[in-house]
């Protein structure tokens, strides 16, 4: 038995083999404005990690992720495990203001800061440099294999994949203290998880952006799959005037007796003078002119070509521009407009309010230091020789601030004396950044003990005593078990 692609020839091919994109240049303030996104994100991307920061504790780094001592530092800003919620938040935010962008402009995300977008619109940008423009990529790519063809593919996918080496390495280098581990990976003495990272991140960008590009976002994107569920009729994307560009005979290119705008109309062609501009500039390939499509990522540069030949012929701008279908299919389409005015864009631009604010309210309420305070639960309570009555804590303080502390522990409710502390002294001292966590005894005559539901833990910072943390917590004795 043989496995088959197809059945017969009304039957779909079940995959089909990449078809090599070749994209012209085109000029425009789409394309300006795509490239001043790429030059942005770059510049944050490969200079962050090498800007010093001055701390009392941790690496002098702008940004790093300290996965040792668990500690994220952004600036001024540091993140610990236990800021989790945090850290869920901005996913959230992230997404949900994803969903609102979308529902408004369609897949701008896609066209304009996608790291898929801004490595292959990088990798596009090498090719034209080494290789030239589009015919000239296109000639060079069914010609023979010759030292012009070795030397122009060949250089080309070397400063690619040095890109793409780059790439990991800073992705690396957020991970820890950038000027040592720039020294130990070139001298071999680093650790081999750091190699295998670099080398790992190095293929896989290499692959999304020099070899499947717009594959990644057809095939391997999610998004582009469930996206349509955000769009609406007054959503804006890059758009085809059919009416305009059709008329009632259809598009035609420009011809004796059918140069002009007024000879076209005569005959009822549209502006549209199919030159096919707007299919060589797209990097997924589309045809923005059979109408909106998944593989679209919004970048509207198919708009700087058209607008391109409409300068040209002298002829009204904006048969391809950002419009919704809602205006569009209207007998006079107006000027293009965002509309936010609609259920859904509220709902997202509410949900993504709510967040924003949970978020600053988290952040501005966090303390310095952090104390969790368990009763051992087996047994309750031990009964000593001398009738005292005995509880067990467990006590863990967590420092989150950039220098040394102590906390001095106190009790509300049982006389100080009945605390008793082994593993460390008290006031216990909290290296910055780190944590303690050591067992409490709390013992207290039977009298006592048969008269004391519970009693509050106080911890006191030494530094600034104002700041003090009180917990609740309660005490089993004999009585309350009769």
């Not at 990976?185 to 295998?196: E, K, L, Q, R």
């Not at 005037?241 to 004796?256: F, I, M, T, V, Y």
């Not at 797209?282 to 593989?295: A, E, F, M, N, W």
């Amino acid at each position: 038995m043989t496995n088959t692609t197809v059945e017969d020839d009304n039957e779909p091919l079940l995959y089909q083999k990449r078809i090599p994109i070749y994209t012209r240049t085109v000029k425009g303030r789409f394309r300006n404005f795509k490239t001043g996104i790429l030059l942005l994100a770059y510049s944050i991307y490969f200079l962050l990690p090498w800007i010093p920061w001055q701390r009392h504790s941790g690496s002098h780094q702008a940004i790093l992720f300290d996965l040792v001592s668990r500690r994220f530092f952004i600036f001024d800003i540091v993140v610990y495990p236990q800021d989790i919620f945090m850290l869920s938040l901005l996913l959230f935010i992230a997404a949900t203001f994803l969903f609102f962008a979308t529902g408004l402009v369609g897949r701008a995300w896609c066209g304009y800061f996608c790291f898929q977008t801004l490595w292959t619109d990088a990798f596009m940008l090498i090719e034209h440099i080494i290789q030239g423009e589009r015919p000239a990529r296109m000639k060079l790519a069914k010609q023979p294999w010759n030292i012009e063809k070795i030397l122009k593919v060949g250089g080309a996918r070397f400063l690619m994949l040095l890109l793409s080496f780059w790439t990991g390495f800073t992705f690396v280098a957020y991970f820890n203290h950038t000027p040592e581990f720039l020294f130990r990976f070139f001298s071999g003495d680093s650790v081999s998880t750091a190699y295998f990272s670099v080398a790992a991140l190095t293929v896989s960008t290499f692959i999304a952006g020099a070899l499947a590009r717009e594959q990644v976002c057809i095939y391997m994107c999610p998004y582009a799959r469930f996206q349509s569920v955000m769009y609406e009729t007054d959503t804006l994307v890059p758009s085809y005037n059919a009416k305009r560009g059709e008329g009632s005979a259809g598009r035609l290119a420009p011809k004796a007796g059918a140069k002009t705008l007024e000879e076209r109309h005569e005959k009822g062609h549209g502006d549209c003078v199919d030159c096919g501009f707007c299919v060589q500039v797209c990097p997924t390939g589309v045809d923005i002119r059979k109408g909106l499509q998944y593989q679209c990522i919004s970048c509207g540069l198919c708009i700087d070509a058209c607008n391109t030949i409409m300068d040209s012929l002298g002829w009204e701008r904006g048969l391809i521009r950002y419009d919704s279908e809602g205006n569009l299919n209207q007998e006079k389409p107006g000027k293009p407009h965002l509309n936010f005015m609609r259920l859904k864009v509220l709902g997202y631009l509410g949900a993504l309010g709510l967040m924003v604010g949970m978020l600053v309210y988290i952040y501005t309420s966090r303390t310095d230091y952090e104390v969790r305070i368990f009763q051992v639960r087996q047994p309750l309570y031990v009964k000593l020789s001398d009738e005292t009555v005995r509880n067990r804590y467990d006590v863990h303080i967590v420092n989150k601030t950039q220098k040394d502390e102590s906390y001095l522990i106190k009790a509300d409710g049982v006389p100080e004396s009945a605390i008793k502390i082994d593993t460390v002294t008290n006031p216990v001292t909290v290296v910055a950044g780190k944590d303690v966590r050591f067992p409490v005894k709390v013992d207290l005559n039977e009298d006592l003990a048969e008269h004391t539901k519970g009693f509050r833990f106080v911890i006191v910072p030494v530094s600034e005593p104002d700041k003090k943390a009180e917990r609740s917590v309660s005490f089993d004795s004999e009585k309350e078990h009769h």
